[in-house]
């Protein structure tokens, strides 16, 4: 059985990431929901809608996304995994969130290893270069790259 992903980040990243996410894996509607934590809405009311929504995923293990360590999400998110069959994982982003969602049949520390490498192996300085089949001119001090 597949893992269950509960995204909870504050608003409107949850929901944001997983639209992401359906568009590029359109079959897994219900093993991956988001919770938006708006800005003033109370630490309980939040964490029962969390509990409610791990109730909802209906799967023996959930790996649990948060966007910050320290903030609101993931302080609500301390309070509703228990460590063995939900497990949490601050800074979440789109390729951490991609592979989780790919590995989503592998064992929940397997997938934790993976949403931490996935996030990581992520993040590189881009090289800027020009653009295919285009020389810059020797002359041109001024680049305005993004008009391209």
């Given at each position: 059985?597949n893992?269950?992903?509960l995204i909870?980040a504050?608003?409107?990243l949850?929901s944001?990431?997983?639209?992401a996410?359906?568009?590029?894996?359109?079959d897994?509607?219900?093993?991956v929901?988001?919770l938006?934590v708006?800005?003033?809405?109370?630490?309980?009311?939040?964490r029962?809608?969390?509990?409610?929504?791990l109730?909802?995923?209906?799967t023996p293990n959930?790996?649990?996304?948060?966007?910050?360590?320290?903030a609101t999400?993931?302080n609500?998110?301390?309070?509703?995994?228990d460590?063995?069959?939900s497990?949490?994982v601050?800074g979440v982003?789109?390729p951490m969130?991609?592979?989780t969602?790919?590995?989503?049949?592998?064992a929940?520390?397997?997938l934790?290893?993976?949403?931490?490498?996935?996030?990581t192996?992520?993040?590189?300085?881009?090289?800027?270069?020009?653009?295919?089949?285009?020389?810059?001119?020797?002359?041109?001090?001024?680049q305005?790259?993004h008009?391209?």
């Open positions: 059985m893992t269950g992903i909870i504050h608003a409107p949850a944001a990431m997983r639209a996410v359906l568009h590029v894996f359109p897994v509607e219900m093993g929901l988001a938006d708006p800005p003033n809405e109370s630490p309980d009311v939040t029962e809608q969390a509990l409610l929504m109730a909802q995923l209906a959930t790996l649990v996304l948060t966007d910050v360590f320290g999400p993931c609500i998110a301390q309070k509703v995994v460590g063995v069959h497990k949490l601050a982003n789109l969130l991609l592979r969602v790919n590995y989503r049949h592998e929940l520390d397997v934790v290893a993976r949403a931490l490498a996935g996030g192996q992520s993040i590189m300085q881009v090289a800027v270069t020009v653009p295919q089949n285009q020389q810059r001119k020797i002359n041109d001090q001024q305005h790259d008009s391209q």
